[in-house]
């Protein structure tokens, strides 16, 4: 988790070499702006577009992707201090710099979305294990939703504490910095070492156990033809949820990697060298792509995308009925 706010770097005091010109600055605050946009319109409308249709709630695994649009979102609204609004006003020092870095412009909350993210990922893999591979003796419930929830952002925040209290102010130049200054050097390379497994080598293991089983019942050979219909609609939300893995892998693994290494070889995590960057980047690149991943594998998604924008450019509200249809699962969102 390459902390873009919460960067466990040497201490610098003063610009160096491997400070942005004015250009990479410009062209990082525009990368970044657009993506904060994407992602807020995106991950809203997806929120939006559940909880209009009892069809999408009413299985209860709607609220769990609900929950992954909510810590994308995170992610996305606590980036834009340090890319996009980071020269717009000037930051206090002293305490209440430190205390400004912990809780805004340090980034703590962008890692506190990310580790929800992972855990609601788990979750959804094992709701559909179970609901496809043993369905007879487990449903979601709804006090089992309300603990999953609750769960997902206890667990981000616990492990994300201790940066709240090693993330301080550091003056740089006529800029600033939010490193983390760990006074115990075993303790933040066992912290970096936790991350890579907390967020990463942990919850993609248990997918990578969970998704071929699911896959294995879903594409027997011998389905009959009755069954057909369902089993493909629940093949199109498995894949829907695979590519939504294989995406958070592929962009947080440099990140993970980069911030592990930090504290063994922190020549390769300076503050601005290009593979720190171009991690920074994957992360919000990440939260930003679901909602498009959903369009274009949901019918459902992808029907509600289109009524939604042709809303907005004829200024008219267009109300969907919902499909009463009652299949188990995630296939309710993909109506074909």
């Known amino acids: 988790m390459s902390h873009t706010m919460t960067t466990p770097i040497p201490t610098l005091s003063s610009p160096t070499s491997d400070d942005p010109t004015e250009?990479?600055?410009?062209?990082?605050?525009?990368l970044f702006s657009i993506l904060a946009l994407v992602n807020l319109?995106?991950?809203?409308?997806v929120a939006r577009i559940i909880l209009r249709h009892r069809q999408m709630t009413s299985s209860l695994n709607g609220y769990l992707l609900i929950n992954l649009a909510v810590s994308d979102v995170m992610v996305a609204l606590f980036m834009t201090p340090q890319y996009v609004f980071r020269f717009t006003f000037t930051h206090p020092g002293g305490r209440a710099?430190?205390?400004?870095?912990?809780m805004i412009t340090g980034g703590n909350f962008i890692w506190v979305g990310g580790a929800a993210s992972a855990f609601?990922?788990?979750?959804?893999?094992?709701?559909?294990y179970h609901a496809i591979v043993n369905p007879c003796h487990h449903q979601l419930t709804r006090k089992r939703l309300a603990l999953t929830i609750a769960g997902s952002w206890i667990y981000a925040i616990l492990f994300n504490l201790p940066l709240f209290f090693v993330i301080g102010y550091e003056k740089h130049g006529d800029d600033f910095r939010c490193p983390e200054k760990w006074t115990n050097k075993p303790l933040a390379e066992l912290y970096t070492v936790g991350a890579f497994f907390i967020f990463g080598a942990i919850p993609i293991g248990i997918m990578l156990i969970v998704y071929p089983m699911i896959i294995r019942v879903l594409w027997q050979p011998n389905i009959l033809p009755t069954q057909r219909p369902i089993i493909e609609k629940r093949q199109k939300a498995v894949r829907m949820m695979l590519v939504v893995t294989v995406l958070y892998f592929v962009c947080w693994l440099p990140n993970l990697v980069l911030y592990m290494m930090s504290q063994f070889h922190s020549d390769v995590y300076g503050y601005f060298h290009i593979p720190y960057v171009i991690s920074i980047i994957l992360v919000g690149l990440n939260s930003t792509m679901n909602p498009f991943v959903y369009s274009l594998h949901s019918s459902r998604f992808k029907e509600e995308f289109r009524r939604w924008f042709a809303s907005s450019n004829t200024g008219k509200r267009l109300l969907v009925k919902d499909n009463k249809e009652c299949n188990y699962g995630y296939e309710r969102f993909d109506r074909q």
Do not use: Q
Not at 120 to 128: D, G, Q
């Open 23 to 30: 250009e990479e600055t410009r062209a990082f605050n525009v």
């Open 120 to 128: 609601t990922l788990v979750a959804i893999a094992m709701e559909r």
């Open 41 to 45: 319109t995106g991950n809203s409308l």
């Open 97 to 102: 710099g430190d205390w400004l870095c912990k």
